[in-house]
């Protein structure tokens, strides 16, 4: 069973350009979180989605950033003209059931992609 | 407002001796903790997750302890080695849709 899968793993990006950061869960798994680590700071929590749904979207800066999970396919953060201060690692987790199912909630992370921005 | 707090920010200690990495958070009312250890420029590695039920988990050398009440957990790694070294997160659930909040972590490092 494969782990959660980001790609790409490092992306550059000059300011003004998209960056699109994509999240392959794990077999089974239905619920996606999306975390940031900006450099020298802890993880900060973005995002959560369901399949085609966005639960919690509090954590997630109100312009130029996106978040989707199709049903088909990886979910997919997206920013819009990015800035340096966008330089970040962005982790994707995901978990099996969501806490309103379940108490037990353990989530599972992927490697991260880093993004930096020129 | 939640907030984690590791202490200390970094740990050296020589291989063989017993790890105690803290955790204290502000608000009693969590769902669940979870311990992670982070590799220089990887992913996080979950290590134990307590229910907010539970006051310990086990694996291996690794033992976490929960004590909801005053807004603590320790993870003991016993007989530390070299491998080790990383970067140890606590991070809590506080609610239902279950995202995490972090501390700011533990940096660790066992000598040989």
């Known amino acids: 069973n494969a782990g959660v899968m980001q790609n790409p793993r490092h992306l550059v990006r000059r300011r003004g350009q998209e960056a699109r950061l994509r999240c392959s869960p794990m077999?089974?798994?239905?619920?996606v979180y999306w975390y940031r680590q900006l450099p020298e700071e802890g993880l900060k929590f973005m995002v959560y989605?369901?399949?085609?749904?966005?639960?919690?979207e509090s954590g997630m800066p109100k312009e130029r950033f996106s978040a989707e999970f199709p049903k088909e396919g990886p979910s997919i953060l997206r920013i819009q003209q990015v800035v340096r201060g966008d330089s970040a690692a962005y982790f994707c987790?995901?978990?099996?059931?969501?806490?309103?199912?379940?108490?037990?909630?353990?989530?599972?992370f992927g490697p991260g992609t880093r993004l930096t921005v020129l | 407002k939640q907030e984690v707090t590791q202490i200390p920010a970094a740990l050296s200690v020589p291989e063989g001796e017993n790890l105690v990495l803290n955790c204290s958070f502000t608000?009693?009312?969590?769902?669940?903790l979870q311990w992670f250890r982070q590799d220089p420029g990887k992913g996080l590695t979950s290590l134990l997750l307590?229910?907010?039920?539970?006051r310990e988990q086990t694996s291996g050398r690794l033992n976490a302890s929960l004590d909801k009440s005053s807004g603590r957990s320790t993870l003991y790694i016993a007989a530390s080695q070299p491998g080790d070294s990383a970067t140890y997160l606590c991070?809590?659930?506080?609610?239902?849709?279950?995202?995490?909040?972090f501390g700011a972590g533990t940096q660790v490092v066992v000598t040989p």
């Open positions: 987790a995901s978990s099996p059931v969501g806490l309103k199912i379940s108490s037990y909630n353990e989530q599972f």
């Open positions: 077999k089974g798994h239905s619920h």
């Open positions: 989605l369901q399949k085609e749904n966005i639960i919690d």
């Open positions: 608000d009693s009312a969590i769902y669940n």
């Open positions: 307590i229910q907010s039920s539970q």
């Open positions: 991070a809590v659930t506080t609610d239902s849709w279950g995202k995490l909040q």
